[in-house]
């Protein structure tokens, strides 16, 4: 509406300013009178205008005047005209309530039409039956649901120990406590009803992982299936092993070898030249993938015991594939193989093919013949290759008392892998068993520069040995002197006697001759090594090796030092040394008809070793046994006893250290009359006779017997022979090393030659 114009403060009520049109004067008239009556109902003396106002803007203005005319200077002139009148007012739309209350006319107002009413929807019930109850399903969820917020589900199990509903500190603290100390435990393994072990968790590496097994239940805002699930059923939570896996890998390795049962395969070996079949043995192993399961679930679950899965491990061929094969291998050694380089020849005797020759099975499982051609021709080789032909390896020869570095050097020898195919072939095919042998180039297996460092520089031990003149045995001596004499043994490197001299027969220059066999005297091929076997022992028990192995005789021999004698019977029993002084030790051989003597050579450790012998206990007597069968040889009696034996190492003059006690045993030797006379060619019988035999060398070499003042036969001191051979320097022994290294076991005895 616009302004109605400048009179001050307007009134509040617009429709008393407005003026309505087609007014009647009736209506006006009744307006004034009206209004009159309201005026005469103020109060006396209080003006109907607001403050400030006079009535007389009011008073009609003079005609003509002009506003503001005539005011006097200081005074108000009264016939100053009032503004024009206001323009026509614009009406307000207004309810029809509201025209009412003025009293006038209402004014036109144009209602909006209104709408429709719908009528009421079908779908209002069953949708508010619906949300309801999703407002229940809501809170049935959400309820049980905070409660179990942060919390194990309930109805949780961990190996039969309730967890549910507990914080994750309490469920750990309640699983700990049943499970404390089985970790501990150990649990027996069984295969096939047999205990091979037992399992214990520490060892095996094996352990509970109580915070990873209670992090893996659910503890978070929990869903509404794992509500539903948590109050409708129980779950069980499976138990975590932690496991060091290099640990249980390698205690597992160590119960497969309590448990696998190696397959035996099959072959034709020989006796002489008798052939054998050896029937094969299947064998069984651990199933180590399977097994590790079955450890890991048994773990927490404690059983009695774990009985562990093996699997059977089949032989390649069976017997009677090996059966098949007995007419080949009867025929193998029906003769000689000879071996030919232009006009050089060799023949391998039966004897020698029965030794290098077995039948076994492929990986196909057929049965075939196969030579050990580089066995076969050690120390035949010689014969077929010129020695300016042959390679050699780098060695020494001793020269005044100081060794002296001999060149390797480069040639030409026996190609074995084609003397091997060829044997084989010619066996298995039979025909011709003339063989031309391949040459091929051959490398020296120890150069210059590395003999050079080995530090072979002094003689570290010597030791010597006596026996009777003349017999046969002393070919066998000599030949297992020679076969010995410059043989090297490297760092780290153990010295086998069998290795060395190999199995005596005639193709190796041995010869039939007295051995003790038993508890018995008999006629052997190679009699009398175990002389040498002796000497070599001693001088290594001198010179400080480790792990001294050996085999004493059944009975005392009086010429061999007690508990400090050793025989050799190819393949069975050995002698055995390892070189652990970081030097090569080389070993040097000579002897007379009377005596052999070994040395080794290297880089002394200690300044020198001695035995500590105790006195022999346990002494028991012979016996006196007749025997009247063919090839008796007599003996005469002797006690047995026991002796202990100890290696005492000496630095700066005081003992460094001891090896372990070595215990021997000897049983008595029996007095033997003999029904049948003895051969020419047999040696005489074994007794105590002193004459030219000592019965026992000291440490260094000399007879501590008083028979002939500790001399040889020919009044020289051993080892000091005026025909000795191989050109070692004489002199008294200096030995220095402990002994074997035997564990403070008894040695068991055994045939000798």
Known sequence: MRDAGPSVDPPSEPFLSTRRKNRSSDDRSQGDAEAGAKKKR????????????????????????????????????RSTPLPPPAPEAQLWTVSSRRGADIGGEPSVVIAPEAPEEEPPSRLRTPLMIVGAFALLLLLAYAVPAMYMWGRVLPGTHVAGVRIGGMSETAAIDRVRQRFEGLERQPVPLVVDGRRVGVLDPQEAGLAFDVEATIASAQRGFPSPVAVVRALTSDREIPPLISVNTAKFASWLRGVAKDVDHP?????????????????????????????????????????????????P????????????????????????????????????????IAANLVFVSDTGGVVRPEFDAKTAVTGYESALVGSAQAARDAGFVIEGGTPRLVPARTGRGVDVKELCTAVSKAIAKGGDRTIPVALAITEPALRDEQAAKLGIKE??????????????????????????????????????????????????????????????LAIGMGGGVSQVVTTVYNAAFYAGMADLERVAHAFHVRRYPAGRDAVLSYPDH?????????????????????SVTIEMWSTKRYERVEPET???????????????????????????????????????????????????????????????????????PVSDDRSGVPPSLSPTGRDNSNGNGGRGRNGTPPGQDKDQKNGLPAGPNKQSTPQGQNKGKKKGQGGSR
């Open 459 to 520: 003689r570290i031990s010597r030791y010597t040995s006596v026996f009777p003149c003349c017999a046969a045995r002393v070919t066998n001596i000599q030949r297992a002197a020679d076969l010995l004499d410059g043989h090297l043994v490297r760092p780290g490197e153990t010295f086998s006697m069998n290795e060395v001299i190999g199995r005596p027969d005639k193709a190796r220059g041995f010869v039939r001759a007295q051995l003790i066999d038993g508890d018995r």
């Open 313 to 352: 491990v089949r032989a390649r061929a069976d017997t009677a594939a090996f059966n098949r094969r007995l007419t080949m291998a009867r025929e193998a050694v029906a003769g000689p193989i000879t071996l030919v380089n232009g006009a050089r020849k060799v023949s391998l005797s039966p004897e020698v």
């Open 574 to 594: 050995d002698m055995r040394f390892r070189n652990d002084s970081g030097y090569g030790v080389l070993i040097k051989a000579a002897y007379t008809d009377a």
């Open 263 to 311: 397959v035996r395969e099959g072959a034709i070996v020989y006796t002489g030249t008798t052939p054998k079949v050896v029937p094969p043995r299947d064998g069984v192993a651990l199933d180590q993938g399977a097994a590790a399961e079955v450890i890991k679930d048994a773990f927490l679950s404690r059983p009695p015991s774990i009985t562990l899965p093996v699997v």
């Open 614 to 684: 105790s006195p022999k206990s346990g002494i028991t007597q012979p016996r006196t046994v007749t025997d009247d069968s063919p090839g008796c040889l007599p003996m005469d009696g002797a006690p047995g006893f026991t002796v202990t034996v100890t290696r005492a190492f000496y630095q700066g003059g005081r003992v460094l250290r001891r090896d372990q006690p070595v215990i021997t045993v000897y049983r008595p030797r029996d007095h033997v009359i003999c029904g049948a006379p003895v051969t020419p060619d047999d040696e005489p």
């Open 42 to 77: 103020l109060p006396r003396g209080v003006s109907p205008l607001p403050p400030g106002v006079s009535p007389e803007v009011f008073e009609p203005p003079a005609s003509g005047s002009l506003p503001g005319a005539g005011v006097p200077s200081g005074g108000v002139n």
